[in-house]
């Protein structure tokens, strides 16, 4: 994969942007694609540079595949050589339940980010890799933000009409703490939440299938994970921090979740390079300020299930480019930002509370037993829970 010519800081400070989406994964890629498309001058921003592994289980509900479809990206996940999922293997105490799944699709980050990114920069955005952005206050006119570009030792301004905060879990974009309105960081995580953990591991163990995605739940959390486009395996856990602790290590208490939960086991999982997250579950007190949205996981985050994280991203993204476009091509409108919020919590923030329950449920390891040997004669059960989940 290639991303062609990106643009240096300095080129980028040398004009007047109608969008800067600081933040190049699954949201703000999207974002930034659905605002070039519709013809205004977008610069995408990211810290990193492509492609690059994320913590991610890799999975697309069909929701996530739905929304990619109608934004004319329908193609891509049979382009990328995604791995079709159709079945959840959840297993608990030993017991295991195999559970039809409505059609969905294994793909690691690094192919979905990068490929997000090439169809940004096709639509006609420029992606400035390597960089990190620092929104400044609000100065003159008002008309616009600027942005402190920092890439290696070079620093660099930016300005745009409207900015796009994509920036991630715990992500803080402001310079400012005294400007309460436009706070970009999410919320403290809560006390009870869990850390996300990831690994890719170059091939499936004995007795693993393509097509499933596997999930052992435990008190102490759960590990999934599923075959993607290449052969790997994409391994994500959501962890309890004192049980990571405790175990000595991600790798140590994720070998003990899957051994009690009678999956085979990977040789050696404890010493593979596992790559953590921040807290998972979390809020940001607020989705925007003046001339600002604040979108994908920096707009706060639940636990997910099944490829929700996915769907919650490029829903966000889709219901906010005609916003962030008005505000740029029409002059900002503090109304932009209420009606954000409204779509956000219809088309979210409702579902995410639904993966908070579900999360909230894989937690009792008593209860989980039951349902996992319900689920083992009845399967149809959850068929009304996916129907609520991956419905529009």
């Known amino acids: ?6 643009l240096t800081p300095e080129a980028a400070g040398r004009r007047l942007w109608d969008a800067a989406v600081v933040g190049a994964g699954p949201a703000g890629a999207m974002a930034a694609r659905e605002l070039a498309r519709r013809g205004a001058a977008v610069l995408l921003i990211d810290k990193a540079r492509f492609p690059r592994y994320k913590v991610c289980g890799g999975c697309l509900n069909p929701r996530a595949v739905r929304v990619l479809q109608r934004a004319g990206l329908g ?4 382009r990328l050589g995604a791995v079709p999922l159709t079945k959840l ?24 980010d990068t490929t997000l990114v090439e169809e940004a920069v096709k639509a006609g955005a420029a992606f400035l ?14 008309d616009r933000r600027a942005l ?13 009409r409207v900015v796009l905060a994509a920036n991630g879990l715990a992500s803080k974009l402001e310079e400012h703490a005294d400007e309460p309105e436009e706070a970009t960081a999410a919320r403290p995580w809560e006390p009870d939440s869990r850390v996300g953990a990831g690994v890719m591991i170059d091939r499936p163990a004995p007795g693993y299938e393509a097509r499933t995605i596997y999930m052992a739940c435990a008190e102490e959390g759960y590990v ?5 486009e290449d052969g790997r395996v994409d391994m994500a856990a959501a962890l309890d921090p004192a049980a990571v602790k405790r175990a000595g290590g991600v790798g140590e208490l994720a070998e003990r979740i899957l051994e009690r939960a009678g999956f085979p086991s990977y040789p050696g999982l404890a010493s593979l390079p596992w790559k953590g997250t921040p807290h998972l579950t979390r809020q940001a007190p607020k989705l925007g300020g003046e001339r600002l949205f604040v979108l994908g996981d920096a707009a706060g985050y639940i636990e997910p299930f099944t490829g929700e994280g996915m769907a919650w991203a490029f829903a966000g993204a889709s219901l906010v480019a005609p916003l962030a476009l008005t505000a740029a091509t029409r002059g900002w409108d503090p109304e932009l930002l209420v ?13 995410q509370i639904i993966c908070r329950i579900t999360a909230d449920l894989l937690r009792r390891p008593v ?11 009845a399967p149809w059960l959850a068929r009304p829970l996916f129907r609520i989940m991956y419905r529009d």
Do not use: C
């Open 129 to 142: 890799p390597g960089t990190t952005a620092t929104l400044l206050p609000m100065t003159g006119t008002g």
């Open 89 to 112: 293997r959840l297993a608990a105490r030993g017991a295991f339940a195999d559970i039809p799944l409505p059609p969905g699709a294994g793909l690691s980050r690094e192919a979905l």
């Open 1 to 6: 994969m290639s991303l062609g010519p990106t």
């Open 75 to 78: 193609d891509l996940v049979n």
């Open 224 to 228: 999934g994970q599923t075959v993607v």
């Open 339 to 351: 009606r954000w919020r409204g779509a956000y919590h219809r088309k979210v923030t409702r579902r």
């Open 367 to 377: 209860g989980t037993g039951v349902m996992v040997r319900v689920l083992s004669v």
């Open 148 to 160: 402190r570009l920092r890439h290696g030792r070079e620093v660099h301004g930016a300005e745009a």
